[in-house]
């Protein structure tokens, strides 16, 4: 039964369907009613001692903007050289915005940093886990990091603290975390743990992370739930208060969920282009509908980056070992990964061959505004480019350096206009802006081939056409 309870001045509205939750809504009137608001007041002039432990994109973007809104954040890495660049208010990962957010918090003298998570913890009230869970071989997130950092915590953990995962976890994660504790003689006392998952894309960390569609806390505990609920307070969002394991679910339950959709539009994809519809304007009339809604159904070389690849498999793994076989995820995989196939079948068909072809390569990060090619789809593209033969040029705004690391051999190109120099054919990969704004008359001068292929669906069929291109993209 959903419980009626009035934490935080804000009582519950509705919870239905989900067992053991509370359901938050921030609405004004209902606060100026509430009996607790004075209560709640109290709790938001205090600010709280906070750890964020791993200064990756989660905990490092949780940390600053916890330090600009007036909490007392220390920042723990391992890295000191990541350290010393935070503490220039430098952000150490291109993110935008993050910087002067950083910048921020070191004046205010509320964000610090430090290597040690003993001296960190000595006196926080709640400690974020948020180190990185790479997937292991066998696609299960690899958990070492967060052991460790458990470990450390329970070495010189001397006063009640508030362990919170950030990260994204396996399904079972938290009573790990219990277990672990428990074994090393922690007393039960010290500590509670909570998942609060995070749902921040990179590319727009800082704004999701100012302006959540909702908060997530999982806790099996009162006392956590209303140190979390203060730390959120200022937050105008729905807060879902539910147990732990619920929370560590509905991260990869979202993550999952966007992950098929992206693979249903790419299917329809599919169908679009050989029945000669248009996939935007399926997305659109299907996005009309407010059940469906329009975000998460852009058509094109389909999802990468560091977290859909994971938490897809993830989620699979975590299904097989309770007994359920969720083929559909293996279904939105095997559409994603095709997705690329065909594309490049697609290009190698109007070419004839790739052997001796000069391709130029526009995009190499696994989205646009960051410099992640974690799963990017470039890669898989540039693979199979490399074994049929062909010479690559690439481009990309900020990624190049990482890609460098891994393809020493293929040429990089300063500018877009560079990259499709007297080349074969152009590829579209990533939907940086720049890309959009590129004059298809200069490019259609440049190149020496005639065929352009928009992997993102980003630019005007009328204007390269119009140039004098053959304009080919994914769904119509
Ligand atoms: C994703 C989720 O969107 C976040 O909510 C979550 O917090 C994050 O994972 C995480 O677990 O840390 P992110 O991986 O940064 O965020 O990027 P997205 O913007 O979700 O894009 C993921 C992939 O899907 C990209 O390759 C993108 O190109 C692709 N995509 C996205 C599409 O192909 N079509 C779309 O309509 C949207």
Redesign the pocket.
Known sequence: MNKKISLDGVPVLNGAGVIDSKVFESTRDIRKNSEEITKNRTRKTRALNVVVIGTG??GLVTGAILADQGQTVTCVDTDAEKLALINRGESPIYEPGLAEVIQNGLKNNRLLTSTSIADAIENADIVFIAVGTPPSPDGTPDLTAVIKVVQSIGESIKQHVTIVTKS?VPVGTGNLIEEILDKMGVDPNLYDVVSC?????????VH?TLHPDRIIIGVNDEGAEIKLLTLYSRYRCPVLVTNRTSAELV?YA??AF??V??SF??GISRICEECGANVDDI?AGMGMDSRISP??????????????P??VQGLSKVGGTMGFDFEMLRAAEKINTDQVLHFVARIKRELGSFTGKRVGLLGLA???N?D?IR???SLEIIEILKQEGAEIVAHDPVAMDHVKALHPDITYANSAEEALHDVDVAILV??WAEYKQLNMDRIANLMRGKLLFDG?RCLRREDVESAGLRYFTIGS
């Open positions: 994109y989660v994204t998952p995070e749902f921040l894309r990179e590319g727009s960390a999701d991260k979202s993550n966007l992950a959709k992206i539009i790419n997305a975000k998460f159904l852009q058509a094109g070389l389909g999802w990468g980056g560091s977290c859909f994971k938490d696994f989205k646009p960051t992640d799963d990017a789809k990533t939907e993102r």
